[in-house]
């Protein structure tokens, strides 16, 4: 069989309201992900990147059209399927790390294995497999208020990785780092990728992710003007 099919979206469009009318943030977008891809979408400011991965990842609605994520229709979904699917599957790096500020590294790593319900031996090991990657291993019971910004991007990578989800969709995850940091967390992304078949999807204007992406989806004004294989 062929690579399969993860994520199809067909004919989509997404709108904001805005004041009395409406602002369309993507439209006429035809797109499929296969499984195993590492993948980026790359485009200006404001052409609807983050709102494409919000979307692909069920944390948005598509306003028409047909978005399935690994089998379910996004948007058709109750909020609990939603939440499994995102739970279960789904890796998320936000451009903002959405780190909670009350836990520590560690705990904020573990909090995606809590939702699992994994036993808690296997939990520590992975938690703290997970931080070891990231360089995190020394900050371990710190808050992130006490954490620079680039340690904050690792720490949202590691908590991205914890569960070893099916699909990683990261939202300019070297915003905040430095050269070398950036290539060290582009290496182990890529290790997964070929080794555990993990797909990534990025949003990222950065050179440095990406000289690594084997595929270019580029959006223009919220629409796909370019796919660079
Ligand atoms: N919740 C919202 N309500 C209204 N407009 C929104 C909302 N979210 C995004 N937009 C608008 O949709 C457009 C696309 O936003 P998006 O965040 O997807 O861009 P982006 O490509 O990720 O940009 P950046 O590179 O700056 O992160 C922007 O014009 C933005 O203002
Ligand atoms: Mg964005």
Redesign the pocket.
Known sequence: MQNSQIISIKNMK?Q???GKGK?T??KNIDLTFDRGEFTG?V????????????VIGSL?SPTEGKVITLGESIGALSHKKAANLRNKHIGFIF?TYNLLPVYTVYENVEFPLLLLKMPASKRKKAVLDSLEWLGLTDKIKSRPGQLSGGECQRVAVARAMVKIPEVVLA??PTANLDAENSHNILKMMVKLNKELKTTFIF?T?DEKVIQYLRRQVV?KD?KVVNIKN
Request: proline share 7%.
């Open positions: 997404k904001f309201p805005m602002f943030a993507l979408i485009g200006p400011s404001g052409s609807g990147k983050t709102t494409l991965l919000n948005d451009q939202d300019e949003a204007h959006l919220g």
